[in-house]
Each structure stands twice: as C-alpha cells, then as structure tokens.
C-alpha cells in the first residue's frame, strides 16, 4: 500500500470505532454491487494551537495534498480550507476561531489546548483523537449550548468526522434524493437542517449526510450518550467548461456541520 492508502485505511478503521453506521452504509452499498470512492473526508480543529490548520497544512501537503480554497463560515466562527491530491479523496478541514466564543468557553478550551504536546506532526495526527483529558460533561455540555462543534471537537478530537460517498462513482449513478432513500430505507436518519438536500445542480454541488451516530462516552461524572461521526453523499455537476466542479459550496457545509448536533 502506498502512504497515503496506509493513512486512509487508519483513518477508517479508527472512524468505525466510533460511527457504526459507517459500516452499515458501506454494506448497504455493498449489496447493490457498489464500491465506495470517497469524495473527501472532513476533520475539526481548534485555532491558534499545535495542532491547527497552520500546523496541519504541512502534513497534508506531505501526503501530496495542496491547498486549494479558503472558507469562511462567520455564523459558526469557523474557517476552513480545502485540499486536493489527485487520485485521493479531497480533504475538507475546518478550524474553530477561539476568540470568538464568551470568556467562560475561551478559559475552558485554553485549558485543553494548553495540554496539546508541541511535537513533529506526522499523518497520525489526524486519527489521534483528542491531546487532552476527557471534560466534564459539564463543561462539554456548557461548551455545546454556546457552539455544538466546540462541545463536539471537545470530546472527539482530530478524526475524521465524516467519510463522504462519491455519487458520481457509483455504477446506479444516483440522485442524491435516491440515495437518500436507500438509507432511510435502511434505517438510518437523515440530517434535514437545511433541507434533506443540500445545494442544487445550479450550485453544482448537491449533498446530503446522515445525523451521527449516539455513542456512549465516559465522562467524570460516568457515562453519557452523544453524538460522534456521520457519513455524507455528495453529487457533482458539470461546470461551464465540462469539467465536474471541484469546490465546496459554504452554504451547504454551514447545514452539513449541524449533521453532530444534539
Ligand atoms: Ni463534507
């Protein structure tokens, strides 16, 4: 296997530990004689840390990505950037401005970041979960009511938060509504913020994505059940040019983010 295989293979084992759908859907897919090509995978960081976007575009590009596009997504105090490689999945990652949020969530996230080890990253880093002690559920509940993703990277950490099926990829070619219906159909829920479809053909990007997973975490005051990863379904459409559109469309990944809320 290559490097970068390596690297998604661990990526994906590490998510099923925590996203049993996953598995599901890929039988799902499976058994309509499907194999799955990912569109990209996406992955949650904290700002101004050992471990932010800064620190981790270096990484990427050692497995062959480049930097492609700059997002900004204000109303969750996020950015995010795209990367690219050919032959790979696109990789989405996003970044949580700290200084944005109330003190009380600035001084309990300090806490956490400060407990980040500053080391030589290597692809690991990104299935190595979270670099600090589990919070309190008070405290995750308390950063959750004021940002769900801060609640959410709190616990969960650098992973992969979702896994996304290349529609285009499969040999039944479906719409994102068809293949909405296959996993409803398989029992799995639909995020419908936004519309059970994100995007239109016009924004030549339409997705969709499954709400996570409940799983059960251990906290200090014992154990609790939320939310972890999900899986998502993108669709691209021709540009101008012919070519299928590359990008991201911010509107629809602002409704995507909300897949982990509780
Ligand atoms: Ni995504």
Request: aromatic share 12%.
């Amino acid at each position: 296997m290559s490097r970068t295989d390596t690297f998604f293979d661990a990526l994906w084992q590490h998510y099923l530990t925590v996203t049993p759908q996953a598995r599901g859907i890929h039988q799902l897919l499976a058994a309509r004689g499907e194999t799955v090509q990912n569109d990209h995978v996406a992955f949650r960081t904290f700002d101004d840390c050992p471990i932010d976007m800064a620190h981790l575009t270096p990484v990427l590009e050692s497995l062959g990505y480049r930097f492609e596009q700059h997002y900004d997504f204000s109303a969750k105090k996020l950015v995010a950037g795209s990367y690219a490689c050919p032959g790979q999945p696109k990789i989405f990652l996003s970044e949580l401005k700290r200084s944005e949020l109330s003190a009380s969530a600035q001084a309990l996230l300090g806490a956490m970041v400060a407990q980040i080890p500053e080391t030589t990253l290597d692809p690991s880093i990104f299935y190595s979960g979270r670099s600090w002690a589990m919070p309190t559920y008070q405290a995750y509940s308390a950063l959750a009511d004021e940002s769900e993703y801060a609640g959410w990277l709190s616990v969960w950490g650098l992973r992969a938060n979702h896994f996304t099926v290349d529609l285009n990829a499969l040999n039944a070619d479906p719409s994102v509504q068809t293949m909405n219906e296959w996993i409803r159909q398989a029992g799995f829920s639909i995020n419908t913020a936004g519309g059970e479809v994100k995007g239109t053909p016009a924004d030549l990007l339409e997705q969709s994505s499954t709400l996570a997973d409940r799983v059960s975490v251990e906290f200090p005051e014992g154990s609790q059940e939320i939310p972890s990863c999900f899986y998502e379904f993108a669709r691209r459409h021709p540009d101008a040019s012919g070519q299928l559109y590359q990008g991201f469309v911010a509107a629809n990944a602002n409704k995507i983010f909300e897949s982990t809320h509780r």
